[in-house]
């Protein structure tokens, strides 16, 4: 079954980039939406037949595109938010704060020293942690991507977390 959804999807492939264009207004994120599905009917194994497998990928790629608007969603209000404590507004104008020398060189320390924790962490934890932390993935969209429970991510998480203040609370013992 799989090898011949994988063909109705080759298929459909050119229509399946339309609807995806259309719903996007972005061919480079339609492309990628597309090989997206292209690697998730190559991983899944299908147990009981699609009777409609056109319907079936129509559905794959609006999930996909709905999975991706959220995704944005989180990415504007994290950029916003970042700027938001970054600029300071002079009347209606705003104005860039800029770290003194020192303060810029500390927390320079302190990230070089952060991602070195997170290079202790477990190769498994790590990634999670990342997908997570870093690249703004939902637990559900990370458990999805590395192929383990939500329970699991939380796990995860929760062990980087906790190594990370101990090893970072180890820098102000250090300095302090």
Known sequence: ?????????????QALQRFLIARLRDAQIAEDILQEIYLKLERTTVETPIENPTAFLYRVAN?????????????????HNWSDSQVTLVGTEPVQDIPDADRA????????????????????????????????????????????????????????????????????????
């Open 105 to 176: 060189l500390d927390a320079r320390r302190r990230l070089d020293r952060l991602v070195m924790g997170i290079k202790e962490l477990p190769p498994k934890c790590q990634a999670v942690f990342k997908a997570c932390k870093i690249q703004g993935m939902t637990y559900k969209e990370a458990a999805a991507h590395h192929g383990v429970s939500v329970g699991t991510v939380e796990k995860h998480v929760s062990k980087a977390l906790k190594h990370l203040l101990a090893y970072m609370g180890s820098e102000q013992n250090d300095h302090g």
């Open 1 to 13: 079954m799989k090898v011949s959804l994988l063909e109705h999807y080759l298929a459909q492939r």
């Open 63 to 79: 999930n996909l595109v709905l999975d991706y608007r959220k995704a944005a969603a989180r990415r504007r209000v994290r950029d």
